[in-house]
């Protein structure tokens, strides 16, 4: 019932943003650019779970992680000075996130 309710909204938020982006781009980014995930997934994890450390645990780690998820976004950043389409951009921030996050845990040991 909870992984039911966990999916629908999730859903609900993310066909959200995507149909306003065709509407309202600016908007749309800043939506997503919001913690969403964070805001709807600790509380949901917290019911779920009842284990208030696990949840501040998950909420630290979701803190030190924002900088590396940023990498994604850095091909979007030079695609146009650096002649690189939507598609390009995508892929190669699909492939420096996995590559950030191992740095990551390499410095941090974490």
Known sequence: MIFGLNVAISAFVIGFAAW???RAPALAGFIVAMPLA???VLP?????????ARTLTMARNIFAAI??????????LVAERVGLGFWQAYALGCVMLPL????QRA???A
């Open 107 to 109: 410095l941090t040991g």
């Open 100 to 103: 950030a996050y191992g740095v």
């Open 20 to 22: 306003l982006a065709g």
């Open 44 to 52: 949901l994890a917290e019911i779920q779970h009842g284990d208030p």
């Open 38 to 40: 964070s805001i709807l």
């Open 67 to 76: 900088p590396v998820s940023l990498t994604f976004f850095l091909p979007f």
